[in-house]
């Protein structure tokens, strides 16, 4: 039996209420499945932390998860302390320090998931974005000039390595070549003329090792404007950080809204932990009311045992998230029922359970 060692970070606001169902089904199916088993680690990091140390993580904390496998996160953000503090203090700082360049988002709209678009089903809303996650737009690059002054000057720079840019581009390919789907690159080189002149580039370059995989290139506009008219022509996509950040919130909403968004931060190599949450915040408005929906904290569970190596039991947990949404009777209030988000978590437990006995 092999033992994985995930750390947990539950985080602020809904982050712990969510995490502890995804906890709570990971260990039923590794009582169940016996191949493998979890010791979670907690770790008290997040805004609470901040207001008591003056720091979002422990100093060390990056030297302390070195060692896990995997890393779940809650989410992290609450009122009081200024969103660029907890994003840059805990988040940003592991997916850095811990080389996850890949960000793998998956948009597949479930059966029975509510849909904002006509027409959209399982067959027209199935997507997976590849979305830089290490530089870019998000490197953290510029200056703050005259601050105060009438000339003040704000520089905010989009940071595109040959190195960064390759290897994200290679990933989504070998994602498509896999997988035998399309890629699409989404980029913006008419205004943004040379990161994006440069990202094109590449993205042909890189593709004369794939002749196989179809490929298509939008500009981010017209991306947006797709996603929304012809959601069905996007496959596996590939795009910057800043523009995977916002066209996946649009695929969120296509998907069944911020409930049901899962992410994996991955390093692909293996030589630090990747990092697996749901998408959404720390939802403030609802926190402490034991209401908030735990579908995409499992799907990113469902993510976990994917990079575990056991995509049969990660197939499974998709299954059984679709099915609590197809039979409509324990939902949470976002997905328009009344249950809480302990009893989707049991229930989830329930069905995912019947699927592993009846795979024996
Ligand atoms: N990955 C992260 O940790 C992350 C991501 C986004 C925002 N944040 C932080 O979270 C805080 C709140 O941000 P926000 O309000 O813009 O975004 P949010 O995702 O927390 O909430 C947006 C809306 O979606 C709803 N919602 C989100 N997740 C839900 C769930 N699982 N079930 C039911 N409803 C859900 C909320 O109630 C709210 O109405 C901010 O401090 C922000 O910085 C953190």
Redesign the pocket.
């Known amino acids: 039996m092999k033992t994985f060692k995930v750390a947990v970070i539950p ?1 602020d606001g ?1 982050g712990p209420e ?1 995490i502890e169902e995804g906890v709570k089904v990971m260990k039923k199916i590794a009582q169940l499945d016996g191949r493998m088993q979890f010791e979670f680690t907690y770790f008290p990091w997040g805004c609470e932390y901040y207001v008591e140390h003056g720091k979002m993580m422990a100093d060390d904390g990056i030297e302390q998860l070195k060692s896990f496998d995997a890393i779940y996160l809650g ?4 009122p009081g302390v200024p ?1 660029h503090i ?2 840059w203090g805990l ?1 940003l700082r592991i997916r850095k320090e811990f080389d996850q360049y890949v960000n793998i988002r998956p948009i597949t709209l479930l059966n029975g998931a509510p849909c904002p678009i006509i027409g959209g089903s399982k067959e027209t809303i199935d997507m997976l974005f590849i979305r830089e996650n290490s530089e870019g737009e998000y490197a953290g690059a510029g200056d703050w000039l005259f601050k105060g002054k009438p000339e003040e000057v704000v520089l905010q720079t989009g940071v595109f390595s040959r190195k960064g840019t390759e290897r994200i581009i290679r990933y989504a390919y070998e994602i498509a070549a896999e997988s035998g789907k399309t890629l699409t690159s989404i980029s913006k080189a008419n205004a943004l003329n040379y990161s994006m002149v440069f990202w094109d580039e590449v993205f042909e370059e890189v593709g004369n090792e794939y002749p196989n995989v179809s490929t298509y290139s939008y500009l981010v506009d017209a991306a947006a404007m797709y996603m929304i008219k012809d959601p069905a022509r996007f496959e596996v996509v590939v795009t910057s950080n800043l523009f995977g950040d916002i066209l996946t919130d649009i695929g969120a909403a296509l998907a069944g809204g ?2 049901l968004a899962a992410g994996a931060n991955i390093n692909p190599e293996r030589v630090y932990p990747s990092m697996f ?10 926190a402490g009311k034991g209401i ?2 735990p579908l ?1 904290a499992l799907w990113s569970a469902s993510q976990m045992f994917d990079f575990f190596g056991y995509e049969d039991i990660g197939e499974q947990l998709l299954v059984a998230i679709e099915k609590v949404l197809e039979e409509k009777t324990v939902l ?1 209030p ?1 997905l328009g029922g009344n249950s809480s988000t302990t009893e989707i978590g049991d229930r989830v437990v329930e069905l995912v359970s019947a699927l592993i006995e009846s795979a024996r």
Request: glycine share 14%; net charge negative.
């Open positions: 985080g809904i969510v989410a992290v953000g609450y969103d907890s994003l988040l911020m409930g949450e749901p998408i959404h915040g720390s939802a403030p408005d609802i908030a929906n995409a949470t976002d």
